[in-house]
């Protein structure tokens, strides 16, 4: 499966592909971001404004790990639209596995 990514870099979107599927690197990657989203809306009062910024961090530093350090973290944070945060929770969902995955490997 191809990943495909856009930012927008210096007022214009740049495109950036990984054609390899998920590894256990990206797995394990999104395991963690995974745990530090539970901690954040498993607080007490809710997500706290630190919360936020952490996974802001968390999702760039996926993103630049998962696109093998194509772009910078700072380039994801100030250049990703919400389009993009979907390419990139997708290949978040795709590291941890999905039913559809699970279901195609049983055929």
């Given at each position: 499966?191809?990943?495909?990514?856009?930012?927008?870099?210096?007022h214009?979107?740049q495109?950036?592909?990984r054609?390899?599927?998920?590894?256990l690197?990206?797995?394990?990657?999104?395991?963690?971001?995974?745990?530090?989203?539970?901690?954040m809306y498993a607080n007490?009062?809710?997500?706290?404004?630190?919360?936020y910024?952490r996974n802001e961090?968390?999702?760039?530093?996926f993103?630049?790990?998962?696109?093998n350090?194509?772009?910078?973290?700072?380039q994801?944070?100030n250049?990703?639209?919400?389009?993009?945060?979907?390419?990139?929770?997708?290949?978040?969902?795709?590291?941890?596995?999905?039913d559809?995955?699970?279901?195609?490997?049983k055929?």
């Amino acid at each position: 499966m191809a990943y495909k990514l856009e930012l927008i870099i210096d007022h214009e979107k740049q495109e950036f592909n990984r054609n390899e599927p998920p590894m256990l690197k990206d797995m394990t990657q999104a395991l963690i971001l995974q745990k530090h989203q539970l901690e954040m809306y498993a607080n007490e009062g809710g997500p706290t404004e630190d919360h936020y910024h952490r996974n802001e961090k968390d999702l760039a530093e996926f993103a630049v790990r998962f696109w093998n350090a194509q772009f910078k973290m700072e380039q994801v944070i100030n250049g990703c639209t919400l389009a993009s945060l979907n390419i990139i929770n997708q290949a978040i969902g795709d590291s941890l596995g999905t039913d559809d995955e699970d279901k195609a490997g049983k055929k």
